[in-house]
């Protein structure tokens, strides 16, 4: 059994590459989790949007409250419903923040 599953372990210091919103993306921060992998994200656009991830998503992906996600509203209830695309690491998310693109 290999020793580095998903490869080695990140520098601290060094800036790898970081996945931008993608159209139709809206970035955001977790601030609480409801549990059935549904939870409560602030947006950027200033709105809480109750998020689930995707059921091909929901074993490869641990999301806590305070991680930076990329969500993808829903086309019904886009304003109150979306789902989790991407889940953001602190280095991510901080380079975020110095971009100006994570505001929450």
Known sequence: MSFYRRGPPPVPGQ???VRFPREGEILG????????SRMTVLCNDGKERMCRIPGKMRKKIWVKEGDAVAITPWVVEGEKKAD?????GPLETSILRKKGLLKV
Request: aromatic content about 12%; overall charge positive; glycine content about 24%.
């Open 15 to 17: 800036e790898g590459r």
């Open 29 to 36: 921060v977790v601030t609480g989790l409801m549990g059935g």
């Open 84 to 88: 989790i695309v991407w889940r953001y």
